[in-house]
């Protein structure tokens, strides 16, 4: 098992102070209204990792009213990532530090999620940076998202790396690398039918979203009673 492997690993076992009250699912991206969070904040079970996106980002003020949410999702036991856009390499480092460091001064959140990352092992040492200034800023759970399986370089980056994204359709007929079962990952799926007629891995979220916002439906991860 890689780096990243071992610490997500000890992320999602020791990620809420009151387990009774967490999923095991690994990752739920919630991209949903500050009132729609904290109602998701308030009940219980909560996801083990909890992604939050106040306006494609931090925004450009902060919102007492995620600061509460956020709040609440961590004192019942979840981490809250902040959604951060990269642009598939495109962003400046320069913006992106700025995203996570609000975050940081705004909301307390508990980690970074680096999405619309790149894949190709050309831009592995851009991330790499990326990765690091999200650690120096306090992150302590950094995911990244392309969104499919990248080099095999980045799963040393992060704890967590999304190597799926896409229709409940689609996902049936995926077909990961094997040498991918060691690594530490998450699958998000949306338009998918309100009960799967199929087993699915633990580390994936379904959620009964449809383009163009999927993830602004949150669907009670199946790992919860």
Known sequence: MSRAGVLATVVLAGCGAQPDRVC??????????????????????LPALLVVNPASGPGSAADRRFGRAIATAQANGARVLGYVPTQWGARSRADIARDVERYRTWYGIDGIFLDEAAGDADRVEQYRALAADARAAGATVLVLNPGVVPARAYFDLADIVVTFEGSYTDYLAWRPPAWLRLQRTAHLVYAAPPTSAVDVPPNAYLTTGTLPHPWGTVTRPRACP
């Open 24 to 45: 095991r699912e690994p990752l739920v991206p919630a991209y949903v209204s500050a009132d729609a969070f904290l109602r998701l904040a308030e009940r219980a079970p």
